[in-house]
């Protein structure tokens, strides 16, 4: 049984359809949701998750945001999110990299959240890219 799922970025929406499935990681851990499932409102973390529609996964690198899970729909409303074909592997290498240096590098002038955040972009966006 299938149910509908809106994902909403800064951009708009992103994706609206019916799916079997969602895979996503909360704060809390990684949690599926079906059709039916109990209410739930919760923090995305930065991480890889996946769509089950017509019997096809799709991966994705959810950059952290919120969810909203009624009985018959789940909304997203994530900061970004990328599908792992459209992932450009080297440019996450490098943005991996980067960040490791800067964290490294305990600079007064480096903003360490900043770097810590962009890390954990870079390594969703790998962990996705290696689901494909």
């Excluded at 919760?42 to 019997?55: E, R, V």
């Excluded at 729909?73 to 990328?82: D, M, R, Y």
């Excluded at 962009?118 to 790998?126: C, D, G, K, T, V």
């Amino acid at each position: 049984m299938d149910f509908s799922l809106e994902i909403i970025t800064p951009k708009g929406i992103y994706l609206q359809e019916k799916v079997t499935s969602l895979t996503v990681k909360l704060t809390s851990g990684y949690r599926t949701f079906l059709a039916g499932h109990a209410p739930l409102i919760g923090s995305l973390d930065y991480a890889p998750g996946h769509i089950l529609k017509d019997g096809k996964v799709e991966y994705y690198a959810i950059l952290g945001g919120a969810i909203n899970v009624t009985k018959d729909k789940v909304i997203v409303i994530c900061n970004a999110i990328e599908n792992a074909k459209d992932i450009d592997v080297s440019r996450a290498t490098e943005s991996k990299e980067r960040a490791e240096e800067r964290i490294k590098a305990k600079d007064s002038n480096v903003d360490i959240k900043r770097a810590r955040l962009a890390l954990a972009r870079a390594l969703a966006r790998l962990k996705t890219a290696e689901s494909k």
